[in-house]
């Protein structure tokens, strides 16, 4: 049972892998991944970014696996005081932003992988094993020099999922 102050540890639920007719796609959800803390500190300026470590490997019986993919996804979240929006920009959308009101849809926007193309199919032979491994990891935000003494915040960076890996054959 937690207490009143107490989080509950960020994970990466929902993992799913399936495949389009080019490629073979990942689906993602980080549950748990914003603490209060974390909103105090967008709102006071400071950005979030969640950054997705991705690795996809062949399995081979008796043998090393071999790394087929090896890719950081970055998702950051920005507040905008003046207008009262918050800006999160995905980098496996080409860095494209979107600006929303709702928090709630920014942080459903940060903590999302939808559909992020790993590989192409024709890449991968039929019937043959794979691992998908992925973790998430907040990256700590360098503060001008002088506000980490202002700002509280040294438990923000705290954030770290587990590594989760998928085994599934193609």
């Not at 748990?32 to 950005?47: K, L, V």
């Not at 928090?103 to 992988?113: G, S």
């Amino acid at each position: 049972m937690l207490l009143a102050d107490q989080q509950e540890e960020p994970e990466l639920v929902d993992i799913i892998i399936t495949t389009s007719e080019s490629h073979l796609l990942l689906f993602a959800t980080v549950k748990n991944g914003f603490t209060d803390e974390m909103i105090q500190a967008t709102h006071n300026g400071i950005p979030i970014t969640f950054n997705f470590d991705i690795e996809l490997e062949a399995v081979h019986n008796n043998w090393f696996d071999s790394t087929l993919l090896e890719t950081t996804l970055i998702h950051t979240l920005r507040y905008n005081s003046f207008k009262q929006e918050y800006e999160v920009t995905i980098s496996e959308k080409n860095g494209q932003a979107t600006t929303t009101r709702s928090l709630e849809e920014a942080k459903q926007l940060m903590v999302e992988i939808s559909g992020f193309p790993l590989i192409e199919r024709k890449n991968l032979i039929p019937d043959a094993p794979y691992a998908l491994k992925i973790k998430a990891t907040l990256t700590e935000t360098t503060l001008p020099l002088g506000m980490h003494y202002v700002l509280p915040f040294t438990s923000l960076w705290n954030f770290e999922t587990d590594w989760r890996t998928v085994e599934f054959r193609y």
